[in-house]
């Protein structure tokens, strides 16, 4: 089993940034890929961003340039470093990870809001 606990959402004006984070316990060594998505109210949840074991990335096309996903191995913690920040961006996001057996964990979410 992995637990999975985001926080740093908040509100925030349009232009500005974030970090989320998201920290893991339990079974880490077992993740392949860590990733963010996100749900908008009235939407469905969407990919954001993942990141590999190998540190290979991949971006939605709405964040691309804008996002920064990243890890550090020794806290156990992924990030989501969130710039330009738009109103479309409001949603509450939402940490996972896949293991070796493709059994994805989820985290219980954190509120982005972007509004003047």
């Known amino acids: 089993q992995v637990q999975l606990v985001e926080s740093g959402g908040g509100l925030v004006q349009p232009g500005g940034s974030l970090r989320l984070s998201c920290a893991a316990s339990?079974?880490?060594?077992?993740?392949?890929?860590w990733g963010w998505s996100r749900q908008a109210p009235g939407k469905q949840r969407e990919f954001v961003a993942f990141?590999?074991?190998?540190?290979?990335?991949n971006y939605a096309d709405s964040v691309k340039d804008r996002f920064t996903i990243s890890r550090d191995t020794a806290k156990n913690t992924v990030y989501l470093q969130m710039n330009n920040l738009k109103p479309e961006d409001t949603a509450v996001y939402y940490c996972?990870?896949?293991?070796?057996?493709?059994?994805?964990?989820w985290g219980q979410g954190t509120q982005v809001t972007v509004s003047s």
């Open positions: 996972y990870g896949i293991n070796n057996t493709t059994n994805v964990y």
């Open positions: 339990g079974s880490t060594f077992a993740i392949n890929t």
């Open positions: 990141i590999t074991r190998r540190e290979s990335t």
